[in-house]
Each structure stands twice: as C-alpha cells, then as structure tokens.
C-alpha cells in the first residue's frame, strides 16, 4: 500500500473535485499564460466588450459588471449599494451567514431566518419575517447553499417579495448557480457570480447582473469606494473599468465563451449535461447506500452525509490523488462535497465513482461489485 501510495502521488495528475476552485482546461490556461494585456488598452478593451456582451447574452439581465474581487467581495458591494438599514438574510450555511456577517460589518440591522444546513427556508417563514419587518430593504438568499449543497427556492421566494414588496431589492448568490443551471431572473435585482466556479477559472473575478430597477438606483444612490457600483457601471459601459481589471481572468472567460462557439454549443447545452451529471451522480452515491444530506439537493455538487467522511475522504487523496471537500464548522468530517461544475469528463466522474466505492470495500462498509459505475453510466445513457 505504501509503494502505490508513492506511485499515485508522484506519477498520477490530482483530480480536484472540490465545488470551487474547479480544474481548469488547457484551453482556459493556454489563454490566460498569454503575455499580460495592460488594462488601459484598445486590445484588452475589446476583449472586456466581448465578454460583457456574452455575459450579458448569458445572464439576461439589464446590466453586468466585473469586480477584480472573490464572490464575497460582490457580496459586500450589493449590500452596501441597495441597503442603508435593515435587510433580511437567510442562513442555512456558512454563506448565507456570511451575507449577515457582512450586513453586520457594514452597520445594517440583520434580519435573519436561520435553519439547520440540509434545510431549504420556506415561503411561509419569508413571509412571516417580512409582515413582522415591514422596513427591510433588500433580501439576500443563496441559490445554491455550498456548504451543504442545498437550493433553495429562490424563484418562489422572490416572486412574492416582488408582488407583495415591491420596492425592496431581491440580492441573489448565484455563485454555485451560474454556469450549472438556468436562473429565472424575473424577480433578481442583483444576482451574482464568480469566476472559480462553472466559468472553471482561478479566483480573483466577481460579476454582478443587475436589473434595470437596481440600475436606476443605484445611479442616483450608490455608496462606497472601491465597490461604489455607480462608478463602475459609468466605466464598463466604455469598456473599462474603475481600477485595475483581473486582466488575465476576464482573457480566460473569453476563451471560455469562444470555446462554446467553436463548439457549437449552447448554454443549454452546458444546463443539460451538468444536469444529467448531477442525476448519475446521485443515483451512484444512493445504489451504494450513502445518505444524501440536502433535503433538495443542487445540481452543482453531491454532498453525502456519513460518520466515515474524514476517512473517505483521506483515502480518497492518499490512493487515488482526489480531492473532495469536507464539510465546514458543525458539519466538519461528517459530510464530504463532489463538484460537478464546469466541464467534468465521464471517465473522470466514473474514476471518481468506483474511488469511492473502493474506499468503502477497504473500511468494510460493503463489498466492491462496481455498482457505482453501472448506475452511473446507466443513468448518463437513460
């Protein structure tokens, strides 16, 4: 065991299967270890046109920009451009309570509906918190909740914001979400994205798409400095921006987007065969008795709950060089994270698979039978 440990660590590439940062391929890498483009140029300005309009094509939404910051950053900004009081936030993991933190940080009186992590929040507590709190600015809600691989229901919930409140902000984390499925955005005023995670890109990119309601306010009421969404929005309209742009990441986006059009392929496209991963991917995980811990799960990760995560989990990286994730605080070595962002080949889904299948043969959960590939590859063809 210990000489194919060696073997496996030395003569094998890491496979990251975390949900963010996601592996990149060589064609994003190939583009971004171009020489470095000055931001203040015709050549990069051309280059941040194109992928506003794709992001904008993406995205559908009234206006994007780019931040040179994490999604938390993005985070940060929504708040302190569409909030100046109260606002309402939903904590069902380690990023919707971030999005408190922040509220808090920034000196606005936090609202929170707090559940246990595996639990989507419910219209019906949206609705009691907002009748009790008539003075709340923007709501802040997760798509998808990474922590636990939860979705929420976003749709439902901003839809009756908007009908019933018509003048408070709806702020959507779609950091998880962009890239993996297709948002609504009907009810969205602010939905954000980041670079590492389905673009399968480094960190160090935030987009923000904003409606045209969250245009006009914050053209007139916009607040802040380096996040100040006003200026911002003033410099990408000429395809530039404020301060020095993530040059090398937004390069990697365009070939991101060209690599689709080469392609031929849609965005649709991209929904469906992450979509069909998600699907094989759990249906693996169950045929080998392991608990899915969201109560509605998201398509951008498999997160299994199992008093063996830490083992499993270290198994995976000492035999066979994967990397999944663990869970975070409360949740810490009793849950693990499969990424399925991004362009994730079969085979490599499958090795990941039989991986853990494997594990549980040598921890005497269960005898090895290669179920979890069968099903896999039974439900990808269905």
């Known amino acids: 065991m210990?000489?194919?440990n060696a073997i496996v660590k030395n003569f094998t590439t890491p496979l990251l299967f975390t949900p963010g940062p996601t592996p990149s391929p060589e064609p994003l890498r190939v583009a971004?270890?171009?020489?470095t483009l000055h931001h203040r140029t015709k050549e990069f300005e051309s280059i941040f046109m194109q992928v506003r309009e794709s992001l904008l094509n993406m995205l559908q939404m009234t206006e994007v920009l780019m931040l040179a910051s994490s999604g938390t950053g993005a985070m940060e900004a929504c708040i302190s451009n569409f909030s100046r009081k109260k606002i309402l936030t939903i904590n069902s993991g380690k990023f919707g309570q971030r999005f408190g933190a922040?509220?808090?940080a920034l000196q606005r009186e936090v609202v929170e509906i707090s559940n246990e992590w595996d639990t989507p929040v419910s219209i019906e507590e949206v609705v009691q918190h907002m009748q009790?709190?008539?003075d709340i600015e923007c709501v802040c809600l997760q798509i998808c909740e990474s922590a636990g691989g939860l979705a929420h229901p976003y749709k439902e919930v901003f839809a009756f914001i908007k009908e019933n409140y018509p003048h408070v902000f709806t702020i959507a984390d779609g950091i998880t979400a962009i890239g993996v499925e297709e948002i609504d955005i009907t009810y969205i005023d602010a939905l954000i994205g980041g670079?590492?995670?389905a673009f399968m890109l480094p960190p160090g990119l935030a987009i923000i798409g904003l409606?045209?309601?969250a245009v006009d306010f914050i053209e007139s009421n916009s607040s802040g400095y380096y996040f100040n969404l006003a200026r911002e929005l003033k410099n990408q309209r000429n395809n530039t921006t404020a301060y020095t742009a993530p040059t090398s990441i937004i390069i990697g986006l365009k070939a991101y987007f060209d690599r689709l059009h080469s392609q031929k392929l849609t965005m649709q496209d991209v929904y469906c065969y992450t979509a069909t991963i998600a699907n094989a991917v759990s249906e693996a995980m169950q045929a080998l008795t392991l608990k899915i811990y969201p109560k509605v799960p998201s398509k951008s990760m498999t997160v299994i709950e199992s008093p063996l995560a830490k083992d499993i989990i270290s198994m995976l990286k000492e035999q066979y060089n994967i990397n999944v994730a663990n869970g975070q605080d409360h949740l810490k070595n009793k849950i693990f994270r499969i990424n399925q962002m991004g362009y994730i080949p079969l085979?490599?889904?499958a090795f990941v698979l039989n991986a853990i299948e494997l594990s549980l043969h040598a921890l005497n959960i269960r005898k090895f039978d290669s179920i979890a590939n069968r099903v896999f590859y039974e439900a990808v063809r269905a």
């Open 32 to 35: 971004m270890a171009e020489p």
């Open 211 to 213: 409606s045209d309601v």
């Open 132 to 134: 009790n709190h008539k």
């Open 2 to 4: 210990k000489v194919q």
């Open 195 to 197: 670079s590492q995670k």
């Open 347 to 349: 085979h490599e889904m």
């Open 102 to 104: 922040i509220g808090r």
